[in-house]
DNA sequence: CGCATCCTTGATGACACTCAATAATGGTGG
DNA sequence: CCACCATTATTGAGTGTCATCAAGGATGCG
């Protein structure tokens, strides 16, 4: 996979195809950098939309409330991604808020600027209308996990996509801190139900876990696990 | 709302921005009109993507497949919107299937065509990009109301958008018949729930039902289901 | 050292899925 | 027009999964 000097994979990255960094001076009075410490929110939901952000580094989630302390996590970025995007639409307020998991820099581009933009640069809207049906068909696919899958199955297939999105450290670790609440609110569980089938897939020699570190010892367990229920 | 002379809502359809009816004969070596019966496949998921259709009359239902016998209604389509976008991606390849719910008829378009014509015309790609947009908002919330809310509640909010999608005939019925099937798939339950949930709101006199054909009595009722265990 | 927060585990109950049996409906052919 | 079959509707009973509640243990922090 080609990297650009940035560290981001050229094939996904929309912020190095609009070349933030490498472009006229003009663009520097439409952009700024953010610096997020871990769990620092970035917008809310209900905000208003005034621009889209670029992640430098570091890693967020996307998350949409629900009733106190409910929340359902839609999304994690990391660098290259887009966030805030989702607040593109009819109404300009954010349906989901953006939270930093580790320190974070990123890079702010004003809404009436980046939208300009999109109308001169047919490429980049090319790109982002890709995008935007890749996380549609992504979305789909985790409503139906969602509604026909167990908490297990549904476990197992978070944990293989969060491999495959931030691969493994030296020691073979999810490239991920997730915290059992922001697991469970991936999975649309509770933290409590969360914590057992962690257990289970232990037992089930499928993981191993040390504190917040995630290692798949079995991938073809987990994967199994995902298929359950479903014959094509 | 204005409507143009197919009868389509100038602000959502694609179809009429794009003009295929009025526009150079050329276009017409591009694009075929089929006409479906009720309960047809238009296309089926892991069908290769070969074009995206515009439905000029009739409704659909784009569909997730799921074990058998099991699906997941992922949106239902009526004239003026577009279906097989979701097949556009880095795979072209469907991921979901549609079926006609009446009879309709659809105009496709070559997928190299259509593509073509997005690089061309700008304020039609910044359309289907917004046109994504909204639907990944729909989709997400639909996401989380699966994870969080109760069958009695999705099924609540199910009718009310679709009376808000549909509309009502003179008789005040939505303006779709939907059999108890569809109305399980959609908010992901089961046939036997569904039918129960709805007796619950008959009784709770929000609704009546003859036949196919529901009729939204108490909105008020139903929207206080949907907010259940929902605090913002 | 005391408080607060997070982790861990058990018990309980509700919601919703499954299975099953019967009733209604609709379509088909004789 | 009716008998037949197939599909869809309706209802009940049983069961399992998972959320909720509660309480004790661990960990961190001032």
Redesign the pocket.
Known sequence: MKKDKHGCDLNTCLMCRLCLKDWLPAIEAHRTNYVLNKGQLLFSEHDAVTGIYFIYSGKMKVHKHWSKD?ELIVRFAKSGDIVGHRGIGTELVYPVSATALEPTTVCYVELSFFKSTLKVNNELLYELMMFYARELQESEKKMRNL????????IATALSMLQEKFGTNKEGHINLQL???DL?SY?????????????ELINDNAVE?SG?NIRIINQEKLHKLSQE?MEE
């Open positions: 409910k509604a026909h899958m167990s908490v297990k199955g549904r915290s059992r609440q469970a999975t649309g569980t509770t933290y409590e139900t969360a914590f057992r089938m962690m257990n876990v917040k229920h």
